[in-house]
C-alpha cells in the first residue's frame, strides 16, 4: 500500500511539472460591429515546430475561450465562425495572457466556406462532431480506444459509453444502425484506423419530423468511416492459444459501400469472455417503438426463466461460442431493409459458497449452502425490419423478430444447519420460442397535426423443467412424499402467451409554445399456465403429487384500454407537459372450475416539468402513476413446488397495486471547461402491492401471496461528475439507495431498512508520449436493519489501469484491483488481488500483431458479495476463473 501512494505522489510531482510548461491563453470571442459573443467559435493553434501538436479551443456559451499552450513554442493561430472572416495571427506563449479576439462578418454570407485544417470539434445544436485523427496516436485497435480519448466521452470496461455525462443508447455507422444499436457490440469490434468522425447526437429520434414532439432521452454515437473504407471490407481475425488447451479465435470483418452493409462478428474462446450478458438480452428484448416504451410493461423480463442463465457472470471454467451476422441493403432511395440473426452456445461451470441468515420471530438461523453447476446453453435471435419513407413527412416500419433458446444444467447442492444436512442433485431444461411482428407507421400531415400509429403482435412460449434427487426426506409436511430408498421430484411448467398491443397518438401543434397530444391504446393478453410434479419411485411407479392439492392449469386474460390527453407549452426557459390518462382495466383467470372476474377503471396522472438553461445544463423533474398487476404464477389455487426447501400457494384473487414514482434530475455540460456533471433522485412509494407471506421452518419455506396496503417507500440517488484538465480526467460517481420495506413472516408483520452506497473516485491521464494511468478508489458500504439486528457490509477497492506505447511498436496494458471484503456481523474479512496484463507488438504498416496476454496473474480463485431479501442475507463466494497465459496472433485486413 505505501508503494502504491509513493507511485501516486511520483505521478502527481510528474503532472504538476508537465503542466508548469504550459500557459494559458484565454479571452473572449466578439462580433467586431456588436460586441456580441460568439458562441461555439473555433480557435486552432498550429505549431511551428512540427514535433508539436495542433492545440484547439471552442468558446462557451458566453463567449469564452482558453487556449493551453506549450512555454516558449511559436504557433499560427486561427479563429472562424461560420459567416465570418477568419482570423489569423502568429503568437509565441511566454505567460498567461487575456486576448480578446475580434472577427469581422463576410461581405457576403453565401459564398462557399473552404477550411483548409478540419476543425478538432465541432459544435451544432444537438451534434457535436469530433474529428478522430485530432486526438488518436496510432496505437489504438478499436474504436473503444478512440472514444476514450475524446473529450466529453468515456467508455467503461464492458463497453457502455457515456457521452456529456449521459448514456449512449444507440451506435450508428454511417447513419444506419450498427447492428441492435448496442454500444458494446460497436465498440469492441470496430477496427479503430476505420473511424474518420465520431458524432454525439442529443434527443436522437430516428423519424426526423418527430423530433421535439416524441420526448427523447436517447443519444446516439453515429460513427463516420474513412473514405477508403466506405466502399471496401476491412476488419481483422486474432487467434491465441494457452497452456491447458486454453484457446481464442475472435474474427470482425465489414463491408459497407453506399447501398450495401455487412458485418459478421464471432468469438470462439474458453477463456472466459463472454459475449452476451443479462443487460443486453433486455436490451434485445425492449419495446420496439417509441410508444410502446412511453406506455411502459406490466411484466418484468427478469422473471423470463432463460434470464436467470445469463446472470452468471462469474464461472470456475466457461467456453462460448458467439456468432452475428447484420445485412443492411438500401432497396431504393425510399427503402431500407436492416437485418441480423445473433447466435450463441456456451458450457459453464460455476460453484459458490453462501452463507445464508435467515431472520424471523424466533431469532436468526444460519446455513452454509454449497453449489455447483453445469450449464449448457443456446440462443438464435433474429430480427428483420423494412423501413419505407415515401417522402419527408412520411414513414413506415416493420419490423419481424424471433427468439429460440434450449437450456440445459445439471448441479448439486450441499446444505447444512442446525436442524438439516442435506445433499441435492439437480437438474435443469429450459425451452422458449417468441415470435413478434411489429409495425409502427407516421405521418405528418401538416405543421400542425402529425399521427403516430404502432401495433404489435407477440408469441411465446416457455418449458422450463426441473428435477431434484436427495437420499432423504425434504420439505417434510409441504410435499406428499413416499418413502423411498432415494428420492426423485420432477417438475414440468409450460407458459404460453399472445399478446397484442396498440397505440395511436395525435399530436396538436398549437404554435410554437403550445401542444396538445391524445394518445389511445389498448392491451390485450392471454396466458395459459400449467406446472404439475410427480415422485418417481425406485419400484418404477409414479407418485403423483396432484393427489393431494399440487399441479395449477390457469387460463388468465388481462386488457388495458387506455385514453389520455396531454398539455405541452413553453414558457422562457420551461417547458411543461401534463397528462391525464384513463384505463379501463378487465382481468380474470379460470382454473378448476373456479372463475374470478376484476375489473376496475382510474385515472392515472402523469407530469413532466424541464427547465432549459441553456443547451448543456438542464433541469428536470418527472412525476409518474402506475398499476401493477400480478404474474400468472402468482394466481394458481394449487401448491407448487418453487424450489428444493420452498413451496409456494398462489392466490386467484388477487388485486391490482398501484405505484408512485418522482424522479429530478439535473445535467450539466461543458466542452470548454471539459465538464459534465449529473445528479439524479428517485423516490417511489407503493401504496398497495401483491406481498409474499412467508412461513419459515428451518431452512424450509411456505410461501403464499397476498394483498398489502401499507405503504413501502424507496429512495436512489446517483451523482456523476467529470473534470478535464489538460491532459488528465478526474471523475466521481456515486449511487446510493434507501429501502424501507416489510416482511410478513411467520405471522408477523415487521419492517426493514436497507441502505447502501457505490462511490468510485478516479483519475487518468491522456498523454500522447507518456504512460497513460489510471488509479481509483471504490467504498461500498451496505447496511440491512431488522426488528431484531442490523448487518452491515463493506467492499472496498483500489485500482489502477496502464496503458504504455514504447519504441513506437509495443503496447503494454495492464490493470490491478486490490479488494478487501468484511462482514462485520460474522466478524470476516477477506482481501485479495486480481491482475491482468497483456504485451502487444505490431510494426507499423505492418498488418501482422503479436501479443502475450496473462489473466488472472495471482490465480485468485473467489471473490465475494452480499446480498438481502425480505427475510435472507447472503455472504456469497463465488468462484472466478484461475489464472490463463495468452499468445494471440492478429491480422488486419
Do not use: C
Not at 462578418?105 to 477550411?115: A, G, H, I, R, W
Not at 411482428?437 to 403516430?452: C, D, G, I, M, P
Amino acid at each position: 500500500m505505501k508503494r502504491l501512494f509513493l507511485f501516486i505522489g511520483i505521478l502527481f510531482f510528474s503532472i504538476t511539472n508537465l503542466f508548469g510548461q504550459k500557459v494559458a491563453l484565454s479571452g473572449t470571442v466578439l462580433d467586431s460591429s456588436t460586441t456580441t459573443p460568439m458562441v461555439n467559435a473555433n480557435i486552432l493553434a498550429f505549431p511551428k515546430n512540427a514535433d508539436e501538436r495542433t492545440q484547439f479551443a471552442i468558446t462557451n456559451d458566453k463567449g469564452g475561450y482558453t487556449l493551453r499552450l506549450k512555454k516558449e513554442v511559436a504557433y499560427s493561430i486561427e479563429v472562424s465562425y461560420l459567416g465570418y472572416q477568419k482570423l489569423s495571427f502568429d503568437y509565441t506563449a511566454t505567460q498567461d495572457e487575456t486576448k480578446d479576439l475580434l472577427l469581422l462578418p463576410k461581405p457576403d454570407e453565401l459564398d462557399e466556406v473552404v477550411l483548409e485544417y478540419k476543425i478538432p470539434i465541432e459544435v451544432k445544436e444537438d451534434t457535436i462532431t469530433y474529428q478522430t485523427d485530432a486526438f488518436v496516436t496510432g496505437e489504438e485497435r478499436k474504436l473503444r480506444e478512440v472514444l476514450k480519448k475524446l473529450p466529453g466521452i468515456e467508455v467503461d470496461r464492458e463497453g457502455n459509453v457515456t457521452a456529456q455525462g449521459k448514456k449512449v443508447t444507440t451506435v450508428l455507422v454511417e447513419d444506419k444502425t450498427f447492428f441492435t444499436g448496442n454500444s458494446k457490440l460497436a465498440v469492441n469490434n470496430i477496427p479503430a484506423d476505420a473511424v474518420d468522425q465520431v458524432q454525439v447526437l442529443d434527443n436522437y429520434n430516428k423519424i426526423g419530423f418527430l423530433k421535439g414532439l416524441q420526448d427523447s432521452d436517447e443519444l446516439a454515437l453515429n460513427i463516420k468511416l474513412k473514405e477508403d473504407k466506405k466502399k471496401f471490407a476491412f476488419g481483422d481475425m486474432e487467434a491465441g492459444g494457452g497452456v491447458k488447451d486454453r484457446y481464442l479465435v475472435h474474427p470482425n470483418l465489414f463491408y459497407y459501400s453506399p447501398k450495401t452493409n455487412v458485418n459478421f462478428i464471432a468469438d470462439l474462446n474458453n477463456i472466459g469472455v463472454k459475449s452476451f450478458s443479462f443487460t443486453d438480452y433486455l436490451e434485445f428484448n425492449g419495446g420496439f417503438g417509441k410508444l410502446m416504451d412511453d406506455i411502459g410493461g406490466y411484466f418484468s423480463l427478469s422473471r423470463d426463466d432463460f434470464s436467470q442463465f445469463l446472470n452468471n457472470t462469474d464461472f470456475r471454467a466457461n467456453t462460448n461460442r458467439f456468432g452475428a451476422f447484420n445485412l443492411r441493403q438500401t432497396v431504393s432511395s425510399k427503402t431500407d431493409i436492416n437485418s441480423y440473426v445473433i447466435a450463441n452456445s456456451s458450457d459453464t461451470q460455476t460453484e459458490s459458497n453462501t452463507l445464508n441468515i435467515y431472520n424471523n420471530s424466533d431469532g436468526l438461523l444460519n446455513e452454509d449452502r454449497t453449489e455447483r453447476n453445469n450449464y449448457n446453453n443456446f440462443f438464435l435471435i433474429g430480427k428483420a425490419t423494412v423501413e419505407h419513407e415515401p417522402n419527408r413527412d412520411e414513414n413506415v416500419t416493420l419490423n419481424s423478430f424471433a427468439k429460440l433458446t434450449k437450456n440445459k444444467g445439471d448441479g448439486i447442492i450441499l446444505t447444512q444447519s442446525e436442524d438439516q444436512n442435506s445433499f441435492f442433485n439437480t437438474l435443469q431444461d429450459v425451452s422458449a420460442l417468441e415470435l413478434k411482428q411489429n409495425v409502427e407507421y407516421s405521418k405528418r400531415f401538416s405543421r400542425a397535426q402529425t399521427l403516430s400509429l404502432e401495433t404489435s403482435v407477440v408469441f411465446q412460449k416457455n418449458n422450463p423443467d426441473n428435477a431434484w434427487e436427495t437420499d432423504q426426506v425434504f420439505l417434510q409436511g409441504l410435499i406428499p412424499l413416499e418413502e423411498d430408498d432415494s428420492y426423485q421430484v420432477f417438475q414440468q411448467k409450460e407458459t404460453q402467451t399472445v399478446s397484442f398491443d396498440l397505440v395511436l397518438k395525435d399530436y396538436w401543434v398549437l404554435n410554437n409554445f403550445n401542444h396538445i397530444y391524445t394518445t389511445f391504446g389498448t392491451n390485450l393478453r392471454f396466458d395459459d399456465f400449467t406446472s404439475g410434479e410427480i415422485q418417481q419411485l425406485t419400484n418404477g411407479n409414479v407418485n403423483d403429487f396432484s393427489d393431494n392439492g399440487f399441479g395449477n392449469a390457469i387460463d388468465y386474460r388481462f386488457n388495458d384500454t387506455f385514453l389520455g390527453l396531454e398539455y405541452k407549452f413553453l414558457a422562457g426557459i420551461f417547458t411543461v407537459k401534463s397528462g391525464l390518462f384513463y384505463h379501463n382495466y378487465i382481468w380474470d383467470n379460470e382454473q378448476e372450475g373456479l372463475s374470478v372476474n376484476n375489473s376496475t377503471q382510474v385515472l392515472l396522472p402523469a407530469f413532466d416539468a424541464e427547465a432549459e438553461f441553456n443547451s448543456s445544463e438542464k433541469i428536470r423533474f418527472r412525476y409518474r402513476q402506475r398499476m401493477q398487476f400480478p404474474t400468472i404464477d402468482q394466481l394458481g389455487a394449487n401448491f407448487m413446488l418453487r424450489s428444493f426447501n420452498s413451496v409456494g400457494l398462489g392466490a386467484p384473487d388477487l388485486q391490482n397495486g398501484r405505484n408512485h414514482s418522482y424522479s429530478l434530475s439535473y445535467y450539466k455540460f461543458s466542452l470548454f471547461r471539459g465538464l459534465n456533471l449529473n445528479v439524479g433522485l428517485t423516490y417511489n412509494k407503493r401504496t398497495q402491492s401483491v406481498k409474499n407471506t412467508t412461513v419459515l421452518d428451518g431452512i424450509n419455506q411456505f410461501v403464499t401471496y397476498t394483498m398489502f396496503n401499507q405503504p413501502e417507500n424507496s429512495l436512489s440517488t446517483n451523482f456523476r461528475f467529470g473534470k478535464r484538465i489538460n491532459k488528465i480526467k478526474l471523475s466521481l460517481e456515486s449511487r446510493g439507495s434507501y429501502n424501507e420495506f416489510f416482511q410478513l413472516v411467520n405471522d408477523n408483520v415487521s419492517k426493514n431498512l436497507s441502505r447502501s452506497i457505490s462511490a468510485t473516485g478516479k483519475v487518468e491521464t491522456l498523454f500522447d508520449k507518456w504512460p497513460n494511468v489510471e488509479l481509483g478508489y471504490t467504498h461500498k458500504p451496505s447496511v440491512y436493519t431488522t426488528s431484531t439486528n442490523k448487518n452491515t457490509f463493506t467492499n472496498s477497492s483500489i485500482f489502477a489501469n496502464l496503458d504504455y506505447v514504447f519504441l513506437n511498436d509495443f503496447y503494454l496494458k495492464g490493470d490491478y484491483e486490490r479488494t478487501e471484503y468484511s462482514n462485520e456481523g460474522q466478524n470476516l474479512t477477506n482481501v485479495f488481488d486480481v491482475a491482468n496484463a497483456s504485451l502487444f507488438y505490431q510494426k507499423e504498416d505492418s498488418p501482422w500483431g503479436f501479443e502475450i496476454s496473462v489473466n488472472n496473474l495471482f490465480d485468485v480463485r473467489f471473490k465475494r458479495q452480499n446480498s438481502f431479501s425480505d427475510f435472507l442475507i447472503s455472504d456469497q463466494s463465488t468462484a472466478i476463473m484461475p489464472r490463463i497465459v495468452m499468445f494471440k496472433v492478429s491480422y488486419k485486413l
